[in-house]
Every structure is written in C-alpha cells, then in structure tokens.
C-alpha cells in the first residue's frame, strides 16, 4: 500500500521563478495538506484541499496557491520566488477527521 | 487558538535511559494531540494520538505520553533510549477542521 508519494525530492530555483510541487495521496484518502518546514522549525500549515477546493489556509500570500484532481492528488504552486520561500514542503493525506500521513518531502532552494 | 510549546529544543540522554520531551497546550477545545517522529532528509511519522478515552497513550516504538487536563500537557516518555530514537521530535494539536499546530520541535541524542 503506497503512502504519500511527492515529486521532485529535490529543487533548485532562481528567487523570482515559479515552482510546481506534486503530491499523490495514500489510497483511499481524500483530504490533502500542505505544510512549509524551514529548517529547524516545525511544520507550518499552508491550506488544505478536499473535493477539489481550498478547504483552510493558513498564513501565506496569494503566492502560494493549489489545486486538488479529481483522483485527489494535489499541486502546491508558488509564484515569484523569494529566498525565504527555501524549505521542506510536506503534503499530509487523511480522510476527514483522522490523522495525516505525510509524505517525505519536496527540499526547495531558492538561490 | 490553537498553539503548542515544547520545552527543550535539544534533548541528551544516555542509552539505556529515560525518554522525556515536553510538551504544553493551548487549546480553545477539547484537544486532539499527537506525537510525530523525523528522521533527517525524511517526513513525519505518527508515533502516538490523544483523541478520547484513555489519557495514557501508548504508541509505536515504546513510547507513550500521558494527556493531563490540568496542566495542559502532553509529555513523550519512553523508559529506555535507544540509538535509534535520535531523532527530531514534534508535538501537534488538531483544531476542528483538521488542520494540524506543530510546535518547534526537540531534537533527542542518544549517548551510546
């Protein structure tokens, strides 16, 4: 049973670029989140996507912004990059209600 | 509002002996509690979960916590270290919607 699969493991970008992340969640569930980890912080919460819409968002700009498929694997795009956008994005999948499975993380370096 | 503290953001402890990292609440609601494990270059891996019911948790590896009303705490025991346990440990609470409050975490060594 395949968890929470994230693409690409690792990116390199130039600050003012725009960066695509993907994420297929573990089967059967339908909820996807999506968390920014900078480096030796906790996870902060981002939004959050189920039936294909922004369910939650946290603070974040309209930089960041996402989409949810109908076989409810999700993008997390964020436009004009700055250095400070550098971290570990963490997708999480659950069913409502229950507890997440995150996946293992796309590194972002912003140069 | 939903908020989590965790004391310590770096924890040593010998093999052999007595896990314990902290953690402390804020919660608006009945709180949801969770423990999750990072290994380096990986993503978060639910050790433990406080929902309802019984406030002892006992999670995977060895380790439990015990959920105390009274002092808003969650604190992650564990009675033997183990090597493997070095790790970066978080703390979480989940509020309504399912959206989940890291705390800053404690990094654990394990001395052989």
């Known amino acids: 049973d395949a968890g929470v699969t994230q693409s690409p493991t690792h990116l390199i970008k130039t600050r003012g670029q725009q960066v695509t992340l993907r994420c297929s969640p573990k089967?059967?569930?339908?909820?996807v989140s999506w968390y920014q980890q900078a480096l030796g912080q906790g996870p902060q919460f981002i939004f959050q996507?189920?039936?294909?819409?922004?369910?939650q968002r946290g603070n974040f700009p309209d930089r960041f912004s996402g989409h949810q498929f109908p076989n409810y694997s999700s993008e997390l795009n964020v436009n004009a990059l700055l250095l400070g956008d550098s971290a570990l994005y963490l997708c999480?999948?659950?069913?409502?209600?229950?507890?997440?499975?995150f996946g293992s993380g796309t590194r972002l370096t912003v140069v | 509002a939903q908020s989590v503290t965790q004391l310590g953001s770096h924890v040593s402890v010998s093999e052999g002996a007595l896990v314990l990292l902290r953690c402390n609440y804020s919660?608006?609601?009945?709180?949801?509690l969770f423990w999750y494990v990072q290994y380096p270059n990986q993503g978060l891996q639910l050790l433990l979960k406080?929902?309802?019911?019984?406030?002892l948790v006992k999670g995977i590896n060895g380790f439990e916590a015990e959920f105390k009303k009274s002092e808003t705490s969650f604190h992650l025991t564990k009675p033997s270290a183990h090597m493997s346990d070095a790790a970066e440990y978080f703390c979480?609470?989940?509020?309504?919607?399912?959206?989940?409050?890291f705390g800053t975490g404690t990094s654990l060594t394990v001395i052989p």
């Open positions: 089967s059967g569930h339908d909820t």
């Open positions: 996507y189920y039936e294909e819409e922004e369910r």
């Open positions: 919660s608006s609601v009945p709180p949801y």
């Open positions: 406080y929902t309802t019911g019984a406030t």
């Open positions: 979480a609470v989940r509020n309504t919607g399912n959206q989940f409050y």
């Open positions: 999480a999948s659950s069913l409502v209600a229950e507890g997440y499975t």
